[in-house]
């Protein structure tokens, strides 16, 4: 099973499309998403609070910039091998 960070913060609908994402991406790869949101801890919001959503997958970082059902599939593969 994939460990997957899920970056979020609330009233985002970027995130809510990133987490559709990854819940549809479920359904072929066993995955284990741990949400953390942003305004929990400093040093989060720090780092991503411009580039929320963040999904991270081992050592591959997405911003949400980078998201997209392609791009998140791509990581699970390659952090797979």
């Given at each position: 099973m994939q460990h997957?960070?899920?970056?979020?913060?609330e009233n985002c609908p970027l995130c809510d499309n990133?987490?559709?994402?990854?819940e549809l991406l479920q359904?072929?790869?066993p995955l284990e998403i741990e949400e953390r949101n942003i305004y929990t801890n400093d040093?989060?919001?720090e780092k991503y609070q411009l580039e929320i959503p963040v999904v991270q997958i081992?050592?591959?970082t997405l911003n949400c910039e980078q998201i997209s059902y392609?791009?998140?599939?791509?990581?699970?593969?390659?952090?797979a091998k």
């Open positions: 997957v960070i899920f970056y979020t913060k990133a987490l559709a994402i990854l359904h072929d790869y040093e989060w919001l081992k050592d591959i392609e791009s998140l599939e791509r990581a699970l593969e390659e952090s």
